[in-house]
């Protein structure tokens, strides 16, 4: 049981590329979300989804899309890189009832944009 | 919306001293609240969690009450060892929606000097 895993571990890109980072988790869980972590300002959500084929925008959606094909993957694409994405990106994935509601993250990937 | 204030960091604290770290909240419904741990280089760990007004989560000598009368959830430890160096997150979910989410407060870095 990997729990939730990550891809890349870190990432450099010049401003204007587009890249996808990968999320995926093998608990059967119905809820995702990405998050961004910056200095000073703790985590921040950037788009979840409560089940395959749903998916909504956090606080910070801007310059990110997401899908939700399957239960298992959550991809986050960067169609365009701007330097302000620069952040530490965690993926994390919980149960769907009330009584599971523990977050369990992914090991982050650390983006740098020039 | 929902907030999370935590204590401002860094936190220096010599080996087997008292920690708390404060933090308070501001949500509607009925959160359930957690605090998180992320070691140097990491992702985030789930370190206790409380569900409803009065619980205590504790885990490996960390402990803090849900005190809804103060909107509160402080994170106290007895005895800090060096190797509790790390950034403590409290954070809420919105119980209430169906995001399935967390708030995160900004986060305090603990040192412990042996």
């Known amino acids: 049981n990997a729990g939730v895993t990550q891809t890349p571990k870190f990432q450099v890109l010049k401003t204007g590329q587009s890249m996808t980072l990968q999320c995926a988790q093998d608990?059967?869980?119905?809820?995702m979300s990405w998050y961004r972590q910056d200095p000073g300002m703790g985590l921040r959500l950037i788009h979840y989804?409560?089940?395959?084929?749903?998916?909504d925008q956090g606080e910070v959606p801007n310059g990110y899309n997401v899908s939700r094909s399957t239960t298992e993957d959550f991809p986050l694409r960067l169609l365009s890189a701007a330097p302000s994405q620069t952040s530490v990106y965690f993926c994390a994935s919980r149960g769907g009832d009330c009584a599971t509601d523990t977050q369990y993250f992914g090991p982050g990937t650390r983006l740098t944009v020039l | 919306g929902d907030s999370v204030t935590q204590m401002e960091g860094p936190v220096t604290l010599s080996e087997e001293a008292f920690l708390t770290i404060n933090c308070t909240y501001t949500?509607?419904?009925?959160?359930?609240l957690f605090w998180y741990v992320q070691y140097p280089g990491e992702g985030l760990q789930l370190l206790l969690k409380a569900t409803k007004a009065d619980d205590k989560g504790s885990n490996k000598g960390f402990e803090a009450t849900y005190r809804k009368e103060t909107t509160s959830f402080h994170l106290e430890k007895g005895s800090v060892q060096v190797s509790d160096s790390a950034v403590y997150f409290c954070?809420?979910?919105?119980?209430?929606?169906?995001?399935?989410?967390?708030?995160f407060g900004s986060g305090t870095r603990l040192q412990v000097q042996p």
């Open positions: 954070a809420l979910s919105d119980g209430d929606t169906g995001r399935r989410a967390l708030t």
């Open positions: 949500a509607t419904g009925y959160p359930s």
């Open positions: 989804s409560v089940g395959a084929g749903i998916t």
């Open positions: 608990m059967n869980h119905e809820y």
